[in-house]
């Protein structure tokens, strides 16, 4: 990689959908110290009962996922696995 990566050049992933490690996710924030994407898992259905009632709640799940090693030289292995952006 030449050069360090401009954080603000993560900044148009914000709102755009992914997919990681098997998951739909949705790119909320940036973080730049240490740089990494804050994103929250999409669960596009909610279990119903036979009455269509929904049976459990939906929890949100965010996470951290680095975009740079900590030497900063690399591309971290966690951010090479996402996969299928969407806008």
Do not use: C
């Not at 360090?4 to 992933?13: D, G, K, S």
């Not at 259905?45 to 009455?51: C, E, G, M, S, Y």
């Amino acid at each position: 990689m030449k050069g360090p990566m401009q954080p603000e050049a993560l900044h148009v992933l914000i709102g755009r959908e992914f997919s990681w490690k098997g998951d739909r996710y949705l790119a909320i924030e940036v973080i730049n110290t240490p740089l990494q994407i804050i994103a929250q898992r999409h669960e596009p259905h909610i279990q119903t009962d036979v009455h269509g009632r929904a049976r459990r709640m939906m929890q949100n799940v965010t996470v951290g996922i680095p975009v740079l090693t900590s030497d900063g030289e690399h591309l971290h292995p966690e951010f090479l696995l996402i996969t299928d952006w969407a806008k």
